[in-house]
């Protein structure tokens, strides 16, 4: 079974830290480009950032730009999000997702896991 | 950024009647766009690409239409599960993608 399972979301303080993660199963995870997105209570989903098969290339939303660093381990499998000096605006649900055969749609996605910055 | 804005906010349907959900993009995005379902507690769910490829095992009365910055999404026939909130997304050239403020198809 195709499955993504995420973790590492915690309560955290403003300007503290996080590392998410992201195991992948069920498919050859290093052949695909794979995404962090955020959705925050009530809101739409955020595009986050993105990292291409040998972990060469990533990019993410302006507001993390310098905070935040995706990264990727294939021979394990996993996908990582480091958050640094957190902001009460990254309160969110955050899911790792898959791209498709077409780079920026997400066919399969986690349960997700939850940040919650507050002091 | 392009900003994607969805309409309606939310569309009352009654079982079996068409729903037409639309989207525009601020700027053109060709066909580099997707549509989402998600429903309370889920994460989204994939169901259109390429403004109108269906994803894997998407029913036949979800199609998708539209290039540029006008994009439809139809539901020919709504059955019970298809009430949710649905999201449009573009991914053209590079990020940022942005998504829409989706739009909530609910039980007349």
């Known amino acids: 079974e195709v499955q993504l399972v995420e973790s590492g979301g915690a309560l955290a303080q403003p300007g503290g830290s996080l590392r998410l993660s992201c195991a992948a199963s069920g498919f050859t995870f290093w052949t695909y480009w794979m995404t962090w997105v955020r959705q925050a209570p009530g809101k739409g989903p955020e595009w986050v950032a993105n990292?291409?098969?040998?972990?060469?290339?990533?990019y993410l939303v302006g507001s993390v730009q310098g905070r935040f660093t995706i990264s990727r381990d294939n021979d394990r499998n996993s996908l990582y999000l480091q958050m640094n000096s957190l902001r009460v605006e990254d309160t969110a649900m955050y899911y790792c997702?898959?791209?498709?055969?077409?780079?920026?749609?997400?066919?399969?996605w986690g349960q997700g896991t939850v940040v919650a910055v507050s002091s | 950024e392009r900003v994607m804005t969805q309409s309606p906010a939310t569309l009352s349907v009654s079982p079996g009647e068409r729903a037409t959900l639309s989207c525009r993009a601020s700027q053109s995005v060709s066909t580099n766009l997707a549509w989402y379902q998600q429903k309370p507690g889920q994460a989204p769910r994939l169901l259109i690409y390429g403004a109108s490829t269906r994803a894997t095992g998407i029913p036949a009365r979800f199609s998708g239409s539209g290039s540029g910055t006008e994009f439809t999404l139809t539901i020919s026939s709504l059955q019970s599960e298809d009430f949710a909130v649905y999201y449009c997304?573009?991914?053209?050239?590079?990020?940022?993608?942005?998504f829409g403020q989706g739009t909530k198809v609910e039980i007349k």
């Open positions: 997702a898959r791209d498709s055969v077409v780079v920026g749609a997400f066919d399969i």
């Open positions: 997304q573009h991914y053209n050239s590079w990020p940022p993608w942005t």
């Open positions: 990292i291409n098969q040998d972990g060469s290339e990533t």
